[in-house]
């Protein structure tokens, strides 16, 4: 390599105010790390002089990282390839903010050896209008942050996305007031991790993006934050989801802003559903493992439109988790959940009442009334439209009682009853020993 292509480039950042879109200069190249421009100078390339680089089906192919784009285009083509002093290699990877703030730049043409996109590499590009990631593997951080022309986003061999990678910046010095586009379907058959606020809203730092539907057939895991108040006219697929994030799918103002027509989840595969996950959501049924323990935590489908949930083995439910769904008219638990039960699953079938959830002590005895579903009156077998809890059961949930309808309750051995389990309840009469806590 000649001196004179060794170069030094040395680059002005703007100052981000809000501190969760700061951006760091820890990328700095080593001593052996080698910069050259391409041959009509529009990009500049970085690749590792100690052959570490080398791919293994061509000692004498070297992969490189396009670190820079010195040009103003509207239209820019990655390469597959690029030489440099006789040699050929690859163009496998775009650097941390290669692109920065190109907003010129409408079409982007992938190169087809691409694997890795790195940190804010198209920071801010606002002009771009579509994406075909190709054969790209590893989206970064930020990567494609407040690409706010974004119509849709095709990326088939993508694994990888990190956090914030695609979301759209709204910091309080400076609030975005542009419209957002409906991004389509979100189809990505072979991502298995999706990053913290990646295409959502997070505290008010990022707008989320919209989409008709959301679909991930492998993803296993879903950050916290990471659809967070994306609006979605379709449905969700995550069939395979083992953790999903709190807020990773909420929609704050409750189901009714939600437009879809309602659609069946399937989390078969869920082991950690997060506080709030599916808040908000137009779900009319989800189906949860029934062969492995796993946990819901708080709100997480409160505001939905359930009309039964079938909890498998459900281990712990937070608080309120399915609050406010005046359309829900029964549980159902796995007949081998020692944690909780519901008659509709033969745990309590001596039980008049179909279709209540009742937390158990872990060897299958019911103690608390966890929730009796606001639909219930429909199911109930007792001609006055009586519910009886079960014999044994001596507490109950904060919200047992929420929006229930207008039946009688009997709390048989009940003896205290949260300030809040009544709420929004139109039970008629109760009874029981009990002293208000």
């Given at each position: 390599m000649k001196a004179s292509k060794v170069l030094i480039?040395?680059?002005?950042?703007?100052?981000?105010?809000?501190?969760?879109?700061?951006?760091?200069?820890?990328?700095?190249?080593?001593?052996v790390d080698i910069m050259f421009l391409g041959p009509d100078g529009r990009f500049t390339f970085v690749y590792d002089d100690s052959g570490s680089l080398d791919l293994d089906s061509n000692p004498s192919t070297k992969e490189v990282t396009l670190t820079a784009y010195n040009f103003n285009e509207d239209y820019v083509t990655i390469p597959n390839t690029v030489e440099d002093s006789g040699t050929t290699y690859l163009v496998t990877a775009i650097g941390e903010k290669a692109f920065y703030h190109k907003d010129f730049m409408k079409t982007l043409v992938m190169g087809d050896n691409v694997k890795e996109i790195g940190k804010a590499a198209f920071?801010?590009?606002?002009?771009?209008?579509?994406?075909?990631?190709?054969?790209?593997?590893?989206?970064?951080?930020?990567?494609?942050?407040?690409?706010?022309s974004v119509t849709s986003i095709t990326a088939g061999s993508l694994v990888t996305i990190g956090n914030y990678a695609f979301a759209i910046i709204n910091v309080p010095s400076s609030p975005y007031t542009g419209d957002i586009p409906v991004t389509g379907n979100l189809y990505l058959p072979l991502v298995e991790t999706i990053g913290y606020g990646a295409f959502g809203t997070v505290n008010g730092t990022s707008l989320a993006r919209d989409f008709i539907s959301v679909i991930l057939p492998i993803a296993t895991n879903i950050g916290d934050y990471a659809f967070s108040e994306s609006k979605i006219t379709g449905y969700i697929s995550a069939p395979r989801a083992e953790a999903i994030g709190a807020n990773a799918f909420n929609l704050a103002a409750a189901a009714d802003s939600d437009t879809s027509l309602g659609y069946e989840l399937s989390l078969s595969s869920a082991k950690t559903i997060g506080n709030n996950a599916f808040t908000g959501r137009a779900l009319t049924s989800v189906a949860l493992p029934g062969n492995q323990p796993y946990t819901i935590g708080n709100n997480a489908f409160a505001y939905t439109k359930l009309s039964y949930a079938n909890l498998g083995m459900v281990q712990s439910i937070g608080t309120s988790a399915f609050d406010h769904i005046s359309s829900l008219e029964y549980f159902t638990t796995a007949t081998e959940n020692l944690d909780y039960a519901s008659s509709l699953s033969n745990n309590l079938g001596e039980l008049g009442e179909p279709g209540a959830l009742y937390k158990s002590d872990g060897v299958g005895h019911p103690t608390q009334l966890y929730k009796l579903p606001p639909m219930i009156k429909s199911r109930l077998q007792d001609s006055d439209n009586k519910f009886t809890v079960f014999d044994g059961v001596t507490q109950m949930a904060v919200s047992a009682f929420e929006k229930c309808p207008s039946i009688s309750v009997d709390l048989n051995e009940i003896t205290q009853i949260p300030v809040s389990a009544f709420s929004g309840s139109d039970v008629l009469k109760v009874s029981a020993k009990m002293s208000r806590r």
């Open positions: 480039v040395v680059a002005l950042l703007t100052i981000v105010t809000a501190s969760a879109f700061v951006l760091s200069d820890n990328n700095v190249s080593s001593a920071w801010e590009c606002t002009g771009l209008q579509s994406l075909n990631l190709k054969n790209v593997k590893s989206v970064g951080e930020q990567a494609f942050i407040h690409c706010t």
